[in-house]
């Protein structure tokens, strides 16, 4: 690992921290829709080719330990600073970048759900919470993107193809009438 690779880790990390003692600060429904999703859990993400483990403990004092990892053996959220921008500025809606696979998400639908709310909530306590704003513009002037490396397949493309078995399935074999076993008379 390199250790210009640490450093944004470690950079990452200290943002993360930052906005969770923000949230706390501020209290209300955001704060606690944040507890009660990621309390307990651990996720790995990365953003711009950074990877970190992200494990939050206790409660409504909530807590975030880390592990700067190399490479990890499954990714929960992937996505780059430029969606990050796109979406801050307005000019990209969350559904859309997870849409066209610019943001990358792993979990099961209620927690999806829960995180969705909960980003969304963050979204629009920084429009009036000056110090979300000051954590934004840190990380806006400061984060330079890198190489992302290969982020997941879009969503219209990951599309399960229906009729699988039944296509190939020879020709000949369909074709064949079958009689019933039981035949009343």
Same mark, same amino acid.
């Given at each position: 690992?390199?250790? $210009? $690779?640490? *450093?944004?880790?470690?950079?990452?990390? $200290?943002?993360?921290?930052?906005? @969770?003692?923000?949230?706390?600060?501020?209290?209300?429904?955001?704060? *606690? &829709?944040? %507890?009660? @999703?990621?309390?307990?859990?651990?996720?790995?993400?990365?953003?711009?080719?950074?990877?970190?483990?992200?494990?939050?403990?206790?409660?409504?004092?909530?807590?975030? &330990?880390?592990?700067?990892?190399?490479?990890?053996?499954?990714?929960?959220?992937?996505?780059?600073?430029?969606?990050?921008?796109?979406? %801050?500025? #307005?000019?990209? $809606?969350?559904?859309?970048?997870?849409?066209?696979?610019?943001?990358?998400?792993?979990?099961?639908?209620?927690?999806?759900?829960?995180?969705?709310?909960?980003?969304?909530?963050?979204?629009?306590? #920084?429009?009036?919470?000056?110090?979300?704003?000051?954590?934004?513009?840190?990380?806006?002037?400061?984060?330079?993107?890198?190489?992302? #490396?290969?982020?997941?397949?879009?969503?219209?493309?990951?599309?399960?193809?229906?009729?699988?078995?039944?296509?190939?399935?020879?020709?000949? %074999?369909?074709?064949?009438? %079958? *009689?019933?076993?039981?035949?009343?008379?």
């Amino acid at each position: 690992m390199t250790n $210009t $690779t640490t *450093k944004r880790q470690e950079q990452l990390a $200290t943002w993360l921290r930052c906005l @969770i003692e923000t949230l706390r600060l501020q209290g209300g429904e955001t704060w *606690k &829709n944040l %507890v009660h @999703i990621v309390s307990e859990k651990t996720a790995t993400i990365a953003i711009d080719g950074t990877i970190l483990q992200v494990s939050a403990q206790g409660g409504d004092r909530l807590q975030l &330990n880390f592990e700067y990892l190399g490479t990890p053996n499954s990714i929960d959220f992937c996505s780059d600073s430029h969606t990050f921008r796109d979406i %801050v500025a #307005g000019r990209l $809606t969350m559904d859309g970048a997870i849409a066209n696979g610019q943001i990358y998400a792993r979990n099961n639908m209620d927690e999806l759900l829960g995180i969705y709310e909960v980003v969304t909530r963050i979204l629009a306590d #920084g429009a009036t919470n000056h110090q979300l704003q000051e954590l934004w513009m840190e990380f806006d002037q400061s984060w330079s993107a890198s190489s992302t #490396g290969n982020l997941p397949s879009p969503l219209e493309t990951q599309k399960p193809t229906y009729n699988y078995l039944i296509n190939n399935v020879p020709e000949d %074999v369909l074709t064949i009438e %079958v *009689k019933p076993y039981l035949v009343d008379d």
